[in-house]
């Protein structure tokens, strides 16, 4: 089998329409054509700013299948960043919060909490640095001090 692939791309209107097409020569002789057309195209769907893309495939017998996916805009427009230190129960704590904005114009936060302090371990006295990631959705990751059990947990420890 012998095949050559073009691909062409127009941007009209706001729409990006990216065409592949497949010249097939069999075997046998017999020549063939499929093509693939990719629109996308960003649009206001039910009030939401939203990506829309559209696959059209041309099969070499002719048929067609379309598929079509939306997804929300998520682009971030701005940033800001705070951070506050205070001393708690003789640890030094850092929060530090990002809230960003997007494109449709909700916010998310994001926050770090990194607490540094003392323990004794083992009867001697260590610098133990603890990091909590809160993500947007509220999700928490925190890194704890190698004294706690289980494969995930990582530590900051000096002596």
Known sequence: MNSITSTSTQIENG???????????????????????????????DGV????????????????????????????????TATQTALVDGAKVTTQTTTETLADGSEQVKRVITSTGTEVIEGVQHTVKTVTTIAADGTQTVAKPSTMPGPSTAAWVSC
């Open 49 to 80: 700013l939203s990506d829309v893309k559209t696959i059209t495939t041309t099969a070499a017998d002719g048929t067609k299948k379309v598929t079509q996916s939306i997804e929300t805009v998520r682009d971030v427009v701005s940033t800001v």
């Open 15 to 45: 729409v990006t329409r990216t065409t592949e097409t497949v010249h097939e020569t069999l075997k046998n002789g017999t020549k063939q054509q499929k093509q693939t057309v990719t629109e996308t195209s960003r649009q206001m769907v």
